[in-house]
């Protein structure tokens, strides 16, 4: 079974600081990478994807990530930081061996931007 | 915009209680799942379903069962509801295909007393 870990619970970072979110996978296969923002009050939504290819992604609101398959990682990077990017981040695999079976989330990141 | 409503957004249930939660998807979509948010846990799947009356455990489907009767309906069922089901409950669809991007409806907080 595959299985996420995100390294931080809770972030605190001040404006235009940088980010980067840990995020590493157990799965013996080739897989399939997200990350997902919740937006206090909203529903989460997808930031990125990675499938194939580069394996440097670029999403939106500025935020790329980085799959780095000899390490199991998949981190989360965003070179300056907003207020507005206050939000709880998952982490999420699924396998690509077939079917439509879900994705398997980390514990998410609680993120907070002070002004 | 693919939309995906889950038809409350508080309930409150007693122990013993026979509880449903509706999601409804607007794109069409093949596949649907049910999920289940806690602090410190993230989100732990308890059902999906890729097809119209098929339907798939998750990881944590003890205490639940799902119905699939049409395409763009997707409901979750607490047999008898208990204190430990407390916890937000959140609906998912997406298209034909292996990981497609999941799309969230606005979740259920569910608080069973």
């Known amino acids: 079974a595959q299985s996420v870990s995100q390294h931080n619970h809770h972030v605190i970072l001040s404006e235009a600081a940088s980010l980067e979110l840990g995020c590493n996978y157990s799965?013996?296969?080739?897989?399939?990478l997200f990350w997902y923002v919740q937006y206090p009050g909203q529903h989460l939504q997808l930031l990125l994807k990675?499938?194939?290819?580069?394996?440097l992604v670029k999403g939106i609101k500025g935020f790329e990530a980085e799959f780095i398959k000899s390490k199991f990682s998949f981190n989360l990077r965003k070179p300056s930081v907003q207020w507005s990017d206050t939000a709880e981040y998952f982490c999420?695999?699924?396998?690509?061996?077939?079917?439509?079976?879900?994705?398997?989330f980390g514990k998410g990141t609680h993120l907070i931007i002070q002004p | 915009d693919v939309k995906v409503t889950q038809s409350s957004r508080y309930l409150v249930k007693r122990t013993g209680e026979k509880v449903f939660l509706e999601c409804v998807q607007d794109?069409?979509?093949?596949?649907m799942f049910w999920y289940r948010q806690d602090p410190g846990l993230g989100l732990r799947l308890i059902y999906f379903?890729?097809?119209?009356?098929?339907?798939e455990k998750g990881d944590i489907p003890e205490g639940y069962s799902v119905s699939r009767e049409k395409k763009e309906r997707f409901s979750l069922i607490l047999e008898s509801a208990s204190t430990n089901q407390t916890s937000m409950y959140l609906c998912?669809?997406?298209?034909?295909?292996?990981?497609?991007?999941?799309?969230f409806g606005n979740g259920t907080r569910l608080t069973v007393t």
């Open positions: 998912a669809s997406s298209p034909e295909g292996y990981n497609s991007p999941l799309h």
């Open positions: 799965y013996g296969g080739t897989v399939n």
């Open positions: 379903s890729y097809d119209v009356k098929m339907k």
């Open positions: 990675y499938f194939s290819g580069d394996p």
């Open positions: 794109m069409d979509h093949e596949n």
């Open positions: 999420a695999v699924g396998s690509s061996g077939g079917g439509a079976d879900g994705l398997t």
